[in-house]
């Protein structure tokens, strides 16, 4: 079901509770807080808008660091009082230079990367591949990869040649969770260009093995 504007339910000091999150990945990026005009200018302008509880004005993310967050779908709630927003991030969404405003871990609580073991990579890039020839078949609506197959191949190869040249700087500065993350990017970009192409994982393997197996090795 599709809302108007209007029927977001604001609290008594006029603000509703805004989720962002990355609209690949699903990443929680931040909590802010909307009034009716950030809204409106967020729908308006397809960038964040918020309002700061601090400050008492509007604010645009990214306005002054760059870091802007192109918005590719806004959801709200059952009960009105919420709101989602996919967004497409431009950098890192905490002022701190963090990707995630939520980068700080709760002392004594579980750890699901200490809990569980690291899947082989081949499986996790097949279904990863699966997925994405998923989305381009179907196109769901809100989905991230569906927004760079309807852009189309020129979108796609924009994002590899920024992704790359995040790759790039975040091994220069000696970051090693930054360049997993951009690692991670570059990957996911590089299979959308794939299955847009449509070269399959198969055929890359092969060519990788026939250089594993000394022809081109050098």
Not at 2 to 17: A, H, I, S
Request: with cysteine.
């Amino acid at each position: 079901m599709k809302l108007k504007p209007l029927d977001v339910r604001f609290d008594e000091r006029g603000l509703v509770p805004a989720v962002v999150q990355d609209a690949r990945t699903r990443e929680v990026l931040t909590l802010a807080y909307m009034n009716a005009e950030s809204l409106a200018r967020t729908l308006a302008e397809g960038e964040t808008w918020f309002w700061s509880r601090s400050r008492q004005e509007l604010w645009h993310k990214g306005a002054t660091s760059g870091h802007t967050q192109r918005v590719v779908s806004v959801r709200v709630d059952c009960d009105s009082d919420a709101v989602v927003l996919l967004v497409e991030p431009h950098g890192p969404a905490c002022h701190t230079g963090e990707r995630t405003c939520f980068h700080n871990e709760v002392e004594g609580a579980p750890s699901g990367a200490e809990s569980t073991d690291a899947e082989a990579i081949g499986p996790v890039l097949e279904r990863l591949y699966a997925v994405i020839e998923g989305r381009r078949r179907e196109m769901p609506e809100g989905s991230y990869t569906t927004y760079l197959f309807e852009k189309g191949l020129n979108k796609i190869l924009k994002k590899v040649g920024e992704e790359s040249a995040e790759t790039i700087i975040a091994a220069k500065d000696g970051d090693t969770a930054a360049l997993t993350s951009e690692t991670a990017d570059l990957v996911y970009h590089l299979c959308v260009l794939l299955v847009e192409r449509g070269l399959t994982l198969e055929r890359v393997a092969a060519e990788l093995a026939r250089r594993a197996g000394g022809k081109g090795a050098e």
